[in-house]
């Protein structure tokens, strides 16, 4: 199939770009309640969620007068939600919102009945739910949920929320929604709201974020910080892991309807998903990727001449490795921030520019030079060779590879969209292996112990009781994935 633009990086040269070999948040979710033009401030907030999806967004708000009304588009949310037409159409001081980049649902061109919030009307009035994360018996419960009479709408895991919702016999919408994720297995953090209030609620693990905000006599809930500061919220606390926050412009109301559990929040929300701008766990994201540039320094010196960062995911480690072993950082790769929509024919040429059209080496800064290149993860590998073959065409010496995360060796069913085991690199090749692979002078990547210690663990990462969420890297999952299982995912065994 052509590409669509000469930019579609899934097409040119037959693979993906510099963004297409990460691993992809799947959602954001924001909602305000007691705030005039709603719609507005959720839009603001998407935009500020934007990095945990960029393939579709949509709001639903309510208005006493025209009761509740919904938009869903394709794209970004600077794209869709700032036209003066379309968020006439959201009136009201309630609102939430969802960014979705998918993983579960459709694949490939996603239908807009799968794009979140997903609305029910109930006896007790209308309801609608954005959901971050991923849940893992979706399938089981779906088909359950078929066979008693329910009729799906989208093929999104998420939908099974306002189905285990409409057969609750709660009397409140909250009641519902409690009854409805205690059959729920996986991740969730989940925005919600009726007619009068916006509700909150965390799985019981807290794998995925979720944050309270106050903003005037109104209250805001988000997945990340960030987008409170776009609106100029004041953040309150986190939604604790289990925990379900009713609020109404008059104040807050926690409930905590789950089994308590040890959280296991996911880890590499610090190393990459999360903007460097928000908390987390009380941490400054930045602080801690900075951190892990130290553990990576520690671990795993080499003597060179510059530390440059693989933009922008590499940069705060890239300067912490910089600090702690006094090479000096500099910016050896310029990332384009610009690349947008083009209506310019593909010709071959373009095409064949692959991952220069969104990076591009300093090479008077790189010629001649040993360099140390940054970058958070490697997922399949096949941009880190495209990188390290820009920055030896520009006449660098020596290339070393420091990746801030330990090697990604299995798949996430938590939200997170990853590759099939098999087309991870780490899990197919040793270290060395891949470093021949790749083709660099060497290549190291942070020690899951470095990374705990990054985060605050000073004794690193207890086995015995991990605290955090790092199935990606150790194949140690917190909650089964239940529907892979039966499709026949292999878990890790205990010989590995
Ligand atoms: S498997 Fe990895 S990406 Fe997924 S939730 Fe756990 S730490 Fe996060």
Not at 28 to 40: M, R, S
Not at 265 to 279: K, L, M, N
């Amino acid at each position: 199939m052509p590409p669509a633009n000469p930019f579609d990086f899934a097409y040119l040269n037959g693979s993906g770009g510099p963004d297409d070999d990460k691993l992809k948040e799947e959602c954001g979710v924001f909602g305000v309640v007691g705030v005039p033009e709603a719609a507005n401030f959720v839009a603001l907030g998407l935009h500020a969620l934007q990095h945990r999806g960029q393939e579709a967004g949509g709001i639903v708000s309510y208005d006493p007068d025209a009761g509740f009304s919904q938009a869903r588009r394709f794209g970004y949310v600077r794209d869709n939600f700032t036209s003066h037409k379309l968020m006439e159409t959201l009136p009201g001081q309630t609102a939430i919102g969802h960014v979705r980049y998918s993983t579960a649902g459709s694949k490939g061109p996603t239908a807009i009945r799968d794009v979140q919030p997903f609305f029910g009307e109930f006896s007790m009035g209308g309801a609608a739910i954005a959901h971050n994360g991923n849940i893992t018996n979706a399938i089981a419960l779906r088909r359950e949920l078929i066979e008693r009479g329910s009729i799906f709408q989208s093929s999104s895991d998420s939908e099974c929320i306002v189905h285990l919702m409409a057969r609750s016999m709660g009397k409140h919408i909250p009641d519902r929604m409690e009854e409805a994720l205690r059959k729920v297995e996986g991740a969730f953090s989940v925005v919600a709201m009726t007619r009068t209030k916006i509700i909150g609620v965390r799985d019981p693990l807290g794998v995925r974020p979720l944050v309270l905000g106050k903003i005037g006599d109104g209250w805001a809930l988000s997945s990340e910080t960030c987008a409170l500061d776009i609106i100029g919220a004041e953040f309150i606390p986190e939604i604790a892991p289990g925990e379900m926050v009713v609020i109404t412009a008059k104040g807050v109301e926690s409930h905590y309807p789950f089994r308590p559990q040890k959280p296991r929040f996911c880890i590499f929300e610090h190393v990459y998903f999360s903007r460097p701008d928000s908390i987390l766990g009380g941490r400054s994201v930045y602080e801690t990727r900075e951190n892990i540039g130290r553990e990576l320094a520690k671990e795993a010196p080499v003597d060179a001449d510059l530390v440059c960062p693989v933009p922008d995911g590499g940069t705060p480690a890239a300067i912490g490795y910089s600090l702690q072993s006094g090479i000096p950082y500099a910016m050896g790769i310029i990332r384009n921030q610009y690349m947008g929509r083009t209506f310019i024919e593909p010709t071959e040429q373009i095409r064949n520019m692959g991952v220069r059209l969104k990076l591009n080496v300093n090479r008077a800064l790189i010629k001649g030079k040993r360099v140390i290149l940054v970058d958070d993860s490697v997922v399949r590998g096949t941009t880190s060779r495209k990188i390290k073959d820009m920055i030896l065409d520009a006449g660098a010496a020596e290339v070393h590879f420091r990746i801030a995360s330990p090697p990604t060796t299995w798949p996430c069913f938590y939200g997170v969209d990853t590759p099939q085991r098999e087309k991870l690199l780490a899990a197919t090749m040793t270290e060395d292996e891949m470093c021949a692979h790749l083709g660099v002078t060497s290549l190291r990547f942070i020690s899951i112990d470095g990374l705990y210690r990054a985060v605050g663990e000073a004794n690193g990462r207890n086995p015995d009781q991990p605290q955090y969420c790092d199935a990606c890297f150790s194949g140690d999952y917190p909650i089964m994935p239940s529907d892979k299982l039966a499709e026949g995912f292999e878990m890790k065994t205990a010989a590995e």
